[in-house]
């Protein structure tokens, strides 16, 4: 943190400061301040997150528009400008969430406490409300101060399967017929906002970007978020408000601190990456063009869109803070990735010292006071918010590496599946694909362009600098590229062919796995289920179970060679990944099940559950006992996922 230029401790001052607050719930309701409390108010986010900035509530409309309102921490009224947290939010400017800790931008005991919406407490709110319409249209906003009281903590995860329907609903919705009418209206808000702003040109994203998984404080595993309708529904809401929140600002002649993102400088590596998927888009940045290619892409190979989404993202490039104090046609140029037009930060003002300001603007906005900062003080705030911004995203990729390089330290020598994710004359890097962490391309990267997919040697795996470092065999990399992208081409023209049978020709069979070319020609892949009985040379009819598009992957199975009952196994996996979901990081007792050179298998006592043991694998014999820890499961694949207790 410091060698990012960070300050990771609270000074006495703001530790003084914080001794010397008491509970606001507390004292009289100011005047003007609405009594919401009686409203049916839920959050939904992270299962680790205690500072709650947002909290969500909807009502239908007699014209058939539903009326959200975004309850935000009240945070500008207990951080005065000018006092000492303040001074150090100013400084930091943001939370920084390494994995192993949170270096939070205000102190616990008020981004966790007093100015944390947590479940069953009263809170001050700073309440955002807007209207929306069948269409997704947006109607006037208001912003004005309530008491507000969460009624229930959500999980993106459980709410997530729940509106999906792919498993029960969380234990607080299925006992409140209030919270489960409120979480289906407030998803179809989100539904019309989603459509609307999709037609409107905004980009629909999935982030592949893994996160520390931690247990008794050790970071154990990587794990990716997953998207979901909780996910999104959450998304539509934030960036309604902020919409809301610039264009209420406008409209009172207030400046604003703007986030942008500027048209991306690499959009020729975009159109390139589309066509070859076989799509075309035009030769000048065309958000609306893009937002239709990924929405056609996320349909076609929903498993791989989050990594095109990420090489997108990457050549998007990031966003920045500006002063907008321009009012009509003569504001700059809005957020490209949102296709908006008006955008603020103002949703998480424990954690961003954006929101905070934004905050302080609308109280001003709102009452007719005096502007609580200068044109020339609001420049260097975005300035400063911009440049922390980056530097805590290298705080929390470099950790990242830390643990992905502990993961990876006894695996140097082997080589692994990667996408490439940025190339410049400052380096050339990869994100493997399993594990998901990223390294650094140090021998044969030349040629290599963001969105490639390659086969890397693991040379370096050093976790105390957290570096990874990975070698590309350069000799041949011009053919190995140019049938990459070939394959990305076949395997796109097959996807509407999964669960056919075609005429295929053994081509190779080695640790590694077994490969078949199809006899006409049109492609080859992979032999994934029922492998076993195949050897170099021979003809047999194969089942197309996959494709993947966005690394080149064309997944087969001969359906002969396969154990019926494998595929009852598989089931019972899915169902019980799925009760285990809220017990990651949780200790059993296990037996081990089975052993091979690629992986160990469990299960755990009483439940009898099966699962892959992916860490501390040495040493084993069926029979075995041991403890284990669950790091991971996924419910639609069945994966469970355990590290050996005394590995971690």
């Known amino acids: 943190m410091r060698l990012n230029g960070f ?17 606001p719930s507390d004292n009289p309701r100011p005047p003007g301040v609405r009594d919401l409390r009686a409203l049916h108010w839920s959050s939904v986010d992270n299962r680790e997150s205690r500072d709650l900035d947002q909290i969500e509530v909807a009502e239908r409309l007699a014209d058939g528009s539903i009326r959200i309102r975004i309850g935000v921490a009240d945070v500008e009224g207990l951080v005065p400008i000018g ?22 931008m205000l102190p616990e005991r008020l981004s966790t406490d007093l100015t944390s919406l947590n479940e069953g407490q009263d809170r001050l709110a700073v309440v955002i409300e807007f209207d929306v319409a069948h269409d997704g249209a947006l109607g006037k906003a208001s912003v004005y101060n309530a008491v507000v009281r969460n009624k229930a903590k959500l999980v993106y995860d459980a709410v997530g399967l729940w509106l999906e329907e792919k498993g029960p609903a969380p234990a607080a919705i299925a006992a409140s017929s209030e919270l489960h009418d409120q979480l289906r209206m407030q998803d179809e808000a ?46 539509d809401f934030m960036v309604a408000a902020n919409r809301s929140v610039a264009t209420y600002l406008i409209e009172r002649g207030s400046p604003s601190l703007r986030r942008v993102v500027r048209e991306p400088k690499r959009w020729d590596r975009i159109v390139a990456l589309a066509a070859e998927l076989g799509e075309v888009l035009p030769g000048k940045p065309d958000n ?29 490039g990031p966003g920045i803070y500006v002063l907008e104090r321009r009012l009509g046609d003569r504001r700059e140029m809005g957020h490209f990735g949102l296709a908006v037009a008006d955008y603020v930060h103002s949703t998480a003002p424990n954690r961003r010292f954006a929101d905070l300001v934004t905050q302080r603007m609308l109280r001003a906005a709102t009452s007719g006071g005096a502007r609580p900062y200068t044109d020339q003080q609001l420049t260097e705030i975005a300035s400063r918010c911009t440049e922390r911004g980056e530097a805590a995203r290298k705080v929390e990729r470099t ?35 399993n594990p998901p962490v990223e390294g650094r391309i140090v021998r044969g990267g030349r040629g290599l362009d963001v969105g490639d997919t390659v086969r890397l040697k693991l040379v370096v795996a050093d976790p105390m600098r957290g570096y990874i470092d990975f070698a590309h065999e350069a000799g041949d990399a011009s053919r190995k590229l140019e049938r990459s992208r070939r394959k990305k081409a076949q395997a796109d023209r097959l996807r509407a062919r999964i669960g056919e049978m075609f005429d295929a020709e053994v081509t190779g069979v080695s640790e590694s796995g077994t490969y078949v070319r199809l006899l006409d020609g049109s492609a080859e892949g992979r032999v994934v289920r029922g492998y076993k009985p195949l050897s170099v040379g021979i003809q047999v009819k194969v089942k197309l ?28 996996k899915r169902a019980a990944a799925l009760s285990l979901r809220d017990r990651i990081g949780q200790t059993f007792r296990a037996v081990v099940s089975g ?15 099966e699962g892959r043991l992916v860490r501390g694998r040495r040493g084993l014999s069926v029979g ?15 994966f469970i996922d355990f590290a050996r207790e005394d590995s971690i």
Do not use: C
């Open 83 to 104: 006092s000492p947290a303040d001074q150090h939010a100013a400084v930091n400017t943001t939370s920084v969430y390494t994995g192993v800790a949170v270096f939070p």
């Open 190 to 235: 989100a539904q019309r906002l989603r459509l609307a702003r999709s037609i409107a040109g905004a980009l629909d994203f999935e982030s592949v970007e893994a996160s520390p998984v931690v247990v008794n404080g050790k970071v154990v595993d990587l794990a990716v978020a997953r998207r979901n309708r909780a996910r999104d529904m959450i998304e």
């Open 288 to 316: 609306v063009s893009l937002s239709a290619f990924l929405a056609r892409r996320r349909v076609a190979d929903p498993e791989h869109f989050p990594d095109l989404s990420l090489s997108v993202v990457k050549l998007l």
């Open 399 to 433: 950790m990242r590496k830390v643990a992905g390089a502990s993961m990876l330290e006894e695996r140097v020598g082997e080589s692994f599946a990667a996408i490439v994710t940025a190339s410049s004359p400052k380096g050339t890097y990869a994100r493997v694909l």
């Open 595 to 609: 052993t091979s050179k690629k992986a160990t298998w469990l299960k755990i006592e009483p439940d009898e559950i």
């Open 7 to 23: 300050e990771p401790e609270f000074s006495s001052a703001v530790m003084r400061e914080m001794r010397s607050l008491g509970d």
């Open 624 to 638: 075995d006992e041991t403890g284990v820890v669950l790091l991971a499961v996924d419910p639609d694949r069945g």
């Open 545 to 572: 179970v996959n494709t993947d598009s966005v690394h080149g992957f064309i997944d087969f199975e001969y359906t002969q060679g396969v154990d019926p009952s494998k595929e009852e196994r598989r089931a019972r």
